[in-house]
């Protein structure tokens, strides 16, 4: 968005690509991470950030992204711009970033904070202020030299601040705050909104109008400086999370939801709504003038406008919320992905495209594996077998001979093969899949992987810590003592003594005699692992949850994470040498390397640190969800003091109108990271707040159950 007094810029939370090194985007593109901010200085030079230490930026209106990096894996919520060349961003732990050149290089400035921050606001190039966690409010009258906490008098959330002159301005957050300063900030006075609900943004065309937004569709309105904020009707029928002005009278909102676009041309007297190209959520408008303007949202979602939001064409392509599971290469340049909704994905330029193929099912599809450049299998739920014998352009069904949910699947040649899944379920074939032959596994859990290192030696591994080895191809399968009980994920062989396991909490697993001892190694996380792979002994990746990759360059002794720019969960890895690589992941996600992950001039990162350095509430996931979703939290060991009552935790869930739901966690909880499951089957759809505690520690999310 973009002041019409006094060229103020604020915000509020709410093509072809750069050739580069590390993990490349390829699915979807520009790239897939949640988009929370984005400013244009003009109709081309834009800058969008997000999730992850996510920054993109365009100097032709969108057609072309580039990726500059922002020195952090830090959420960023807020981007702004006083001018062509001087833009701050705002994130979690406290990040500012600066640019002076237009974005192609950020700068870390030192905020004096570590809580989150949600906004920021340019006054001019010296004066700019930033809101976030606890009444956080932030001032620089230096272009960020140095940044001055103020006073807010509360401690709830402030979500979005903005200026229409040097003197006057309002900033937003939870349960329905409202903060005003006449003096440039020097004080803030609260105002009455009239609403329990959360703001997320705020615009003040001049000192005395001003429009904010929250959830439940509300629109607030105020023509006398705040004095009073008065509601409008009807509500919109979204979750509102951006607004902007581009005169007094014409303005844009986005919120969550289909069509969640709306237009006033009457100083927001009425909100109409517009025909969007996405269901996805949106989290920041901007607009350069009267008719160009650029929206970001959920999965890297970007929207552009020419004609003032008449309508808006979708710009991210190929977004799919149900998932990739599995990959596999066959050279460098061939390689198929297959995921949710029977989806099959085939690259022969190394995923610069990803052609879609028919499969024939409509089931989701877990594991695929090719022998050699033209013979592959894949397999699914519901005991689903396709196979391809022309490398991968047809797909052609198998009978299983069971209803078992298949997991993974492993072939040593062209004809022999295995399957393994749900209920110990183990299947061979040496035909290629003509006939699928039961193997006993004796075992009932779930089987979630197979790895041979030949045709006749293979491993499986699955549910309560179980690993089953065979050396005469699965005629018999013996269990080997893992030393846990937690899910086994994923595996591979190097040879016949060398192989990794990894799994749930952060699990690793390694044997150099073929799986008669079982080693644990330390990965500095609790973060499910979902699978592994090693392209040479000592080379090896693994991909997890919330983005997690790391790697291995001595055999497993030491791993080390890298930069995925994704907090979506990871499922699978396949390298055809020890640079050329694919990940796959939820929500669509496929990243590609040619330098083994490394970023070019900064090598690698260092090792995990086990315990958090923050107290952080991560996004749930999925979102939206239907109807059980994730939580992730963080809680870091220099907390409030568990002798002093204050280490008590709580994650509690909340309607839009306050009312507590249920109660996820209420207790003492170690330092580290913690996830719970919120089963939402007995909720109606709509926005729900999930709030955690830990004494005057409090950050509050967002979330939308649709069923």
């Not at 992905?337 to 052609?355: E, F, H, K, Q, S």
């Not at 963080?634 to 907390?639: E, V």
């Not at 109606?684 to 159950?705: C, H, K, N, W």
Request: charged fraction near 10%; glycine fraction near 16%.
């Amino acid at each position: 968005m973009r002041s019409i007094v006094c060229a103020l810029a604020c915000v509020g939370t709410a093509g072809s690509l750069l050739a580069q090194s590390g993990w490349v985007w390829q699915n979807p593109l520009p790239q897939g991470s949640d988009l929370q901010g984005v400013w244009f200085t003009d109709a081309n030079n834009g800058t969008a950030v997000g999730v992850g230490g996510t920054i993109i930026r365009t100097t032709d209106g969108g057609t072309n992204w580039t990726f500059p990096s922002s020195g952090t894996a830090a959420s960023l919520h807020a981007v702004t711009f006083v001018d062509a060349n001087n833009g701050t961003a705002v994130g979690d732990s406290g990040v500012i970033l600066r640019t002076t050149n237009g974005g192609v290089a950020w700068t870390l400035q030192t905020s004096g904070t570590s809580q989150q921050l949600f906004g920021v606001c340019f006054l001019d190039a010296a004066n700019r202020t930033a809101v976030g966690t606890n009444g956080t409010i932030l001032r620089t009258t230096n272009g960020g030299v140095s940044w001055s906490p103020q006073t807010s008098g509360g401690l709830n959330r402030l979500t979005a601040v903005h200026f229409s002159d040097a003197s006057s301005g309002v900033a937003v957050g939870d349960l329905g705050t409202i903060l005003r300063t006449t003096n440039g900030g020097a004080n803030w006075n609260p105002q009455t909104s009239g609403t329990f609900n959360t703001l997320h943004g705020v615009f003040c065309v001049d000192a005395i109008n001003a429009t904010a937004i929250a959830d439940g569709g509300l629109v607030f309105r105020t023509t006398n400086g705040g004095a009073n904020w008065t509601s409008q009707t009807p509500t919109l029928a979204a979750g509102l999370e951006g607004v902007t002005f581009t005169d007094a009278s014409t303005g844009t909102i986005v919120g969550s939801g289909a069509n969640a676009i709306f237009r006033t041309t009457n100083g927001g007297t009425t909100w109409n709504p517009q025909t969007s190209p996405t269901n996805y959520s949106l989290h920041s408008v901007s607009f350069s003038g009267a008719n160009n303007g650029m929206a970001v949202g959920q999965l890297g979602t970007l929207l552009k406008t020419t004609n003032g939001g008449t309508t808006w064409s979708l710009l991210t392509t190929d977004q799919d919320a149900s998932g990739y599971f599995g990959v596999a290469l066959t050279d460098p340049a061939t390689g198929i992905v297959v995921g949710g909704g029977g989806t099959i994905l085939r690259t022969t330029n190394g995923g610069t495209a990803w052609i879609p193929q028919t499969s024939g099912t409509s089931e989701i599809l877990y594991a695929v594996s090719f022998a050699d450049g033209s013979s592959g299998t894949a397999v699914g739920a519901n005991g689903t077998i396709r196979r391809s014998v022309n490398g991968g352009t047809v797909w052609t069904p198998q009978t299983s001979g069971t209803t078992s949910t298949l997991y993974g699947v492993a072939f040593t040649s062209p004809g022999t093969g295995t399957a393994v899944g749900s209920s110990g379920t183990i299947l061979r074939t040496v035909n290629g899949g003509g006939t699928w032959s039961p193997q006993s596994s004796g075992t009932t859990v779930q089987l979630r992987d197979v790895a041979f290192a030949d045709s006749n030696n293979g491993t499986a591994v699955g549910s309560s810590g179980t690993i089953l080895h065979t050396t005469d191809g699965g005629a018999t399968w013996n269990p080997q003592t893992s030393g846990v009980t937690t899910a086994l994920l994923g595996v591979t062989f190097v040879d016949l003594n060398n192989g990794t396991v990894v799994g749930a909490s952060g699990r690793i697993l390694r044997t150099t005699n073929g799986g008669t001892t079982w080693t644990s190694l330390t990965s500095g996380t609790t973060r499910a692992f979902n699978g592994v792979f090693f392209p040479t002994p000592g080379t090896g990746v693994i991909v997890g949850d919330l983005g997690t990759i790391l790697r291995t360059t001595n055999g497993g002794t030491v791993w080390t994470p890298q930069n995925s720019k994704t907090t979506f969960n990871l499922t699978s890895a396949f390298f055809t040498d020890p640079s050329t690589g694919t990940i796959t992941g939820a929500a669509g996600n496929i990243l590609r390397t040619t330098t083994g992950g490394v970023v070019t001039g900064e090598g690698e990162a260092e090792p995990f640190n086990i315990i958090p350095a923050e107290f952080a509430l991560d996004q749930n996931y999925p979102n939206p969800f239907n109807p059980v979703t994730r939580i992730r939290f963080h809680l870091r060991a220099d907390g409030p003091a568990e002798e002093s009552g204050t280490g008590w935790v709580t994650l509690r869930v909340y309607d839009l109108l306050g009312r507590e739901l249920t109660t996820l966690v209420n207790g003492r909880l170690s330092p580290g990271e913690h996830e719970v499951e919120w089963n939402a089957q007995s909720s109606p759809s709509g926005a729900y707040f999930y709030r955690l505690r830990r004494g005057d520690e409090v950050e509050t999310r967002r979330m939308i159950l649709l069923k």
